[in-house]
């Protein structure tokens, strides 16, 4: 009996798939393995996050939800889910769209954001200046105005930034005694400068870390921070995230109020220690370029 080898190039792709994952075989994948969309065209590659959602989009949306209603219309008209993406910035602080809105006092965003689905939170009620929502959530789970937002703003930071509109929650908050981010150790002066400067801890590109003066206009616009910090710290190849004084040159970076960086010397060297959970990173201070 003879058997029909006719395969066509959507049969080759399913075969392929079911049988041989050559992805799990660490091989690469055949051009010809690459979703073929509807009518037959020419096949489009399928991303390697795919289901998942571009990175690089997701990213794009929470920059741009802190200020850009247009492009942030854009981006969810062809990808509805992006209005409640959510994007690491560093450490595990995690932002969402409407989480950027909320702590930028940027009310036409954030209705839009929710409009689309965006789970609304506490954050976002104390910057609308919903004070019923907030004290009733409060009553429900006591403390939990002490929980900080993205980058480690605080629910009185959210509801400064909601303007006049939002005056009575923060009042409310005020009123509380502990709902703003304690205030930071005082750093001197000539010990910031001390700190500052390049960190390395390898020789790969982007294995440095630069511990830089902070800009206080970057942390001050409108008053997110009560208490800006003094340095900011800037792994190469990705954002800077803004440090606070413990005491004794130990510093946790905003939005990750666990993890602990620590400067120390050695042998007349700076030496920084990052404790992330399971991560232990040591890096050297370099010595400036001459």
Known sequence: MAINFNFSRRNLLYMASVIFPVRA??????????????????????SDHFPSQPPELVREMVIVAHFDLKRVKELVEARPSLASAAWDWGFGDWETPLGAASHMGNRPIAEYLISRGAVTSLFSAAMFGQLEVVKALIAAQPGIQRIRGPHGISLLGHARMGGQAAH????YLQSLGDADAAAPVALPEADATALAGSYTFGSGATEQVEV?????????????????????????????RPLFHL????????GAPSVRIRFSDDAGAKVMTVNDADTTLTARKMAPAK
């Open 25 to 46: 075989l660490g091989l690469a994948a055949p051009s010809f393995l690459s979703a073929l969309p509807p009518g037959g065209k020419e096949p489009m590659t399928v």
């Open 168 to 171: 009575p929650v923060f009042e």
């Open 212 to 240: 830089t003066i902070a800009n206080p206009r970057m942390y001050v616009a409108g008053k997110m921070y009560t208490y800006p910090p003094q340095l900011a710290w800037t792994r190469k190849g990705t954002m800077e």
């Open 247 to 254: 005491g004794e040159h130990a510093f946790y970076p905003g």
